[in-house]
């Protein structure tokens, strides 16, 4: 049984920072591509960061030097470090097991999201 269990969620002023964590089990996780995503209110669901099975990240332009992506291989947790955040990184936030196929990164399993709000 797959889990993503994430954490770390909260509210946080304009420019502060913040580190979501998400617990995986039920996969081998040195052998899949892990992502965050986050779903802002009233909009889609996009991609934030990835990390590749492979070694390498890819992050959304919007994110790019503010947020990193890294992983633990000693817990199974995937971290987001987060900083100089902006009103407009308000969103749920979340971890996602995925693949490349065709070029585009696909979802094969959820976690159930952490809320962060930015906001003074």
């Known amino acids: 049984q797959v889990q993503l269990v994430e954490s770390g969620g909260g509210v946080v002023q304009p420019g502060g920072s913040l580190t979501l964590s998400c617990a995986v089990s039920?996969?081998?996780?040195?052998?899949?591509?892990m992502g965050w995503y986050r779903q802002a209110p009233g909009k889609q669901r996009e991609l934030v960061a990835i990390?590749?099975?492979?070694?390498?990240?890819n992050y959304a332009d919007s994110v790019q030097g503010r947020f990193t992506i890294f992983r633990d291989y000693a817990s199974n947790t995937i971290y987001l470090q987060m900083y100089s955040l902006k009103p407009e990184d308000t969103a749920v936030y979340y971890c996602?097991?995925?693949?490349?196929?065709?070029?585009?990164?696909?979802?094969?399993?959820w976690g159930q999201g952490t809320p962060v709000t930015v906001s003074s």
């Open positions: 996602a097991v995925v693949r490349l196929a065709g070029g585009i990164w696909l979802v094969d399993y």
């Open positions: 039920g996969i081998p996780f040195s052998a899949r591509s």
């Open positions: 990390t590749a099975s492979g070694g390498g990240t």
